[in-house]
């Protein structure tokens, strides 16, 4: 019988009792597809985000997919947005006929490089889609004097930064278009969804075509399609389940900050302990009023290492302890690669790309948890740096 410790994934959702409750009193009421649940979601989530207009969809992608329909992006047009991002922040604007362009990104933050936008817009330029990497978000200020000063559209891909704040405010209370994920790794899950925040009754109707066939219903027969929408609605059962996590928020958010803040104590202490002051591992950004810790993230310092990334990730596992890559450079993929785009064109995003790592951050971890990981991860590091 193995006496190994329990394997630590990097993340893991948590479901109460009440939540499995709740889901079986959908499944029983007959009534699971989008319905009373999604209705009642949605007046929810417009309440937290201060009355703003939203709408939940089955993903995230379909969000921001939907988001730049209800703005009328397709082809011909610009989008800038990062590099450093999960694949779908541009696959959407590729499948709307729209050219993405890539903008590197900041060091320090590992999100687009406001600074550098402006060089990048082009009359083609119809909006920016910045990304909140880990659930931190951009200089709002800046970001929306941009959009105010060239005249151009914001959606932003908040899919991690739900409970994420700036200056005060949470981040969809105000803006542009703002687009939510509900993903399992989330730091609120449905399981799979989304929602998007809008600015008013006119889009946010235009977004109920998009995402059911374009369809209007008009008295107990009467239907219309008027504009080329999918299938993309929540069911009641994502709903339910959102509508749980939403109380348990407030819990989870103090909880993740609490274990970020002891990740940067242990790593700091362990990489003394172990004499590695000189190695050059890149933390977060340690900010415990805008982030909503979605993820820890490290950039590992490869030029110090004898191995590469993916040997200190196999290392980790075999001590229980799982890891992610959250992301490789977009424009590293062969579909973008045969498009011309290059990862030399933002070489601070190919660099992170290669080279980051998101250790386990979930609310369900133990405290001895974070030095369990921090050990055996400063650990690997000393074993592998170069003489």
């Known amino acids: 019988?193995?006496?190994?410790?329990?394997?630590?994934?990097?993340?893991?959702?948590?479901?109460?009792?009440?939540?499995?409750?709740?889901?079986?009193?959908?499944?029983?009421?007959?009534?699971?597809?989008?319905?009373?649940?999604?209705?009642?979601?949605?007046?929810?989530?417009?309440?937290?985000?201060?009355g703003r207009p939203v709408r939940c969809f089955a993903n995230g992608t379909a969000t921001m997919k939907i988001a730049l329909q209800v703005i009328g992006i397709g082809g011909?047009?610009?989008?800038?947005?990062?590099?450093?991002s999960w694949v779908a922040t541009s696959n959407v604007v590729l499948s709307v006929g729209a050219k993405p362009v890539f903008v590197d990104v900041d060091p320090i933050t590992r999100n687009i490089d406001l600074n550098k936008v402006a060089a990048a817009i082009t009359p083609k330029t119809r909006?920016?889609?910045?990304?909140?990497?880990?659930?931190?978000?951009?200089?709002?200020?800046?970001?929306?004097?941009?959009a105010k000063q060239y005249d151009l559209r914001i959606i932003e891909d908040a899919a991690q930064a739900f409970g994420s704040q700036w200056q005060g405010k949470k981040i969809g209370?105000?803006?542009?278009?703002?687009?939510?994920?509900?993903?399992?790794?989330?730091?609120?899950?449905?399981?799979?969804?989304?929602?998007?925040?809008?600015?008013n009754a006119d889009e946010a109707k235009l977004a109920e075509k998009f995402r059911l066939q374009g369809l209007t219903r008009q008295g107990?027969?009467?239907?219309?399609?008027?504009?080329?929408?999918?299938?993309?609605?929540?069911?009641?059962?994502?709903?339910?389940?959102?509508?749980?996590?939403?109380?348990?928020?407030?819990?989870?958010?103090?909880?993740?900050?609490?274990?970020a803040r002891q990740y940067f104590d242990v790593i700091r202490a362990e990489l003394k302990s172990a004499g590695l002051d000189s190695l050059k591992l890149e933390l977060p950004v340690e900010n415990y009023t805008d982030s909503n810790w979605h993820m820890y993230q490290v950039v590992l310092?490869?030029?110090?290492?004898?191995?590469?990334?993916?040997?200190?990730?196999?290392?980790?596992?075999?001590?229980?302890?799982g890891t992610g890559v959250h992301y490789p450079a977009i424009t590293s993929f062969t579909l973008y690669k045969e498009q011309g785009y290059k990862t030399s064109d933002t070489p601070v995003a190919q660099r992170i790309g290669r080279s980051i790592l998101t250790l386990p951050l979930f609310p369900g971890m133990a405290d001895?948890?974070?030095?369990?990981?921090?050990?055996?991860?400063?650990?690997?590091?000393?074993?592998?740096?170069?003489?």
């Open 1 to 50: 019988m193995s006496n190994s410790p329990a394997f630590i994934p990097f993340t893991r959702p948590s479901f109460n009792q009440e939540t499995i409750d709740a889901v079986s009193e959908v499944l029983r009421s007959g009534w699971v597809t989008s319905g009373p649940k999604v209705a009642e979601f949605e007046a929810t989530l417009s309440k937290y985000f201060g």
């Open 76 to 84: 011909g047009d610009e989008v800038i947005t990062t590099p450093i």
């Open 127 to 146: 909006a920016i889609m910045p990304v909140y990497l880990a659930g931190l978000p951009v200089n709002m200020d800046q970001l929306y004097a941009l």
């Open 173 to 199: 209370s105000f803006g542009d278009l703002v687009s939510f994920s509900f993903q399992a790794n989330k730091n609120l899950t449905t399981v799979e969804g989304g929602c998007l925040v809008l600015n």
């Open 220 to 259: 107990m027969d009467g239907m219309d399609v008027d504009v080329l929408g999918g299938k993309d609605n929540l069911t009641d059962i994502n709903a339910v389940i959102g509508l749980q996590q939403l109380k348990q928020l407030p819990a989870y958010q103090t909880r993740r900050a609490a274990l």
């Open 301 to 321: 310092p490869l030029d110090q290492l004898d191995c590469d990334r993916a040997q200190i990730m196999t290392e980790l596992k075999d001590l229980g302890v």
């Open 368 to 387: 001895e948890d974070i030095g369990r990981i921090a050990s055996g991860f400063i650990g690997i590091l000393k074993k592998h740096r170069k003489n």
